[in-house]
């Protein structure tokens, strides 16, 4: 095969929560996590000479080495001892430092179809694997489905896709810093921990108002302090009539739940002129449609 193409769609949190901070650094966490029709579109062109060659529409994005995207294929042709090489093209969708685990996506999409255009046969455990060497989210994100994910993010127990559902999502302009917001949380000092076990539940018995009631992220007051906007953004959203409303990830970016269409519209057109990034999405929670061939 010498060209095809691959979906990266975002990930949202349904709950994150935080056990300890661990030696290395790095927080023991427990998040239930899933998918948004939200993608980027990456772009995988054969090249015969041992080289890595990245391109994208961004113009904020990191364009070759530092791109998560081109990190992955070299790891990955590093690991397998390849000798030719890949262009990369992407065409970024998600907004970038938003909580929406965009590098990663992009990284991991990068990863499933390298397999396929060097004929790799790897397994996706295989892949998340090498994934989790690259970042915490490139595991989940390279199974792309819905997930309990533990330790720092990599491992994982597969669960049933959410109850089909809109997801309107706000960002506010600026991006911010995962480990900066790490950085400012106390774990022994956390109000209210997510109920996972029963977001779990909910998900396992389709319950949406469940899925609604459970919704929870320890990092939201964390990042909400720092950057007072996203709880405005979340107050405004739930004036709006969302049915719930999360930070997701580390933020900024803002998800609101709503059953309906015509209920996405209106919290969208309500958000408009207050808020730049707004974006109304269906859920995906499984994987489908990746293959862009
Ligand atoms: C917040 C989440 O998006 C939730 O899905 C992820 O945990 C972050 O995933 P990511 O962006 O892939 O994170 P990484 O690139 O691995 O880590 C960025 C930084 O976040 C902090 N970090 C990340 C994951 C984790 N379990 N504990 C941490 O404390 C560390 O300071 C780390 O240096
Ligand atoms: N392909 C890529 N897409 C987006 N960001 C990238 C990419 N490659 C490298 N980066 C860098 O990674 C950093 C985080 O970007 P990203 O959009 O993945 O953040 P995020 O949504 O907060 O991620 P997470 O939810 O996993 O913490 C940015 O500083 C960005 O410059």
Redesign the pocket.
């Known amino acids: 095969m010498l060209y095809l193409s691959e979906k990266a769609p975002a ?1 949202i ?1 349904l709950t ?1 929560d ?1 056990k300890f ?2 030696t290395d ?5 427990e ?1 239930v ?1 899933t998918t948004i029709d939200l993608y980027d579109r990456i772009d995988l062109m054969f090249r015969s000479e041992n080289k890595v060659s990245l391109m994208s529409d961004s113009g904020i994005l990191p364009q070759a080495e530092k791109n998560l995207a081109y990190k992955a294929a070299m790891l990955l042709k590093q690991k397998m001892n390849i000798k030719y090489g890949v262009h990369i093209q992407i065409q970024k969708n998600i907004p970038v430092a938003a ?1 929406l ?1 965009g ?2 996506s992009d990284a991991a999409a990068t990863l499933r179809g390298l397999n396929r255009l060097w004929d790799l046969r790897l397994t996706d455990q295989a892949l998340a694997e090498i994934g989790a060497e ?5 595991p ?1 994100c390279v199974h792309a489905d819905t997930a309990l ?1 533990k ?3 990599e491992k994982l127990i597969s669960l049933p896709a959410p109850p089909p559902c809109w997801v309107v999502l706000a960002k506010p302009t600026h991006g911010v ?3 900066e ?3 400012h ?1 106390k774990v022994e000092q956390i109000a209210s921990h997510p109920a996972t076990d029963e977001m779990i539940y909910a998900l396992q018995s389709y319950d949406y108002d469940k899925m609604c009631k459970y919704l929870g992220n320890v ?1 939201e007051p964390v990042t909400m302090e720092i950057y007072p906007e996203v709880k405005r953004i979340k107050d405004k959203m739930k004036q709006f009539g969302a049915d719930s409303v999360l930070m ?3 933020g900024p970016t803002v998800f609101a739940l709503v059953q309906y269409e015509n209920q996405a519209k209106r919290l969208v057109n309500s958000l408009r002129g207050f808020c730049n990034h707004v974006y109304a999405v269906r859920m995906l929670g499984k994987r489908r449609d990746q293959v862009l061939d």
Do not use: P
């Open positions: 990930k949190n994150l935080a901070k661990r650094g790095y927080h023991e966490l998040m996590m909580g685990a590098g990663s690259i970042g915490s989210d490139v989940f994910a330790g720092r993010g810093s995962t480990a917001i790490f950085d949380l990092l997701s990830g580390s």
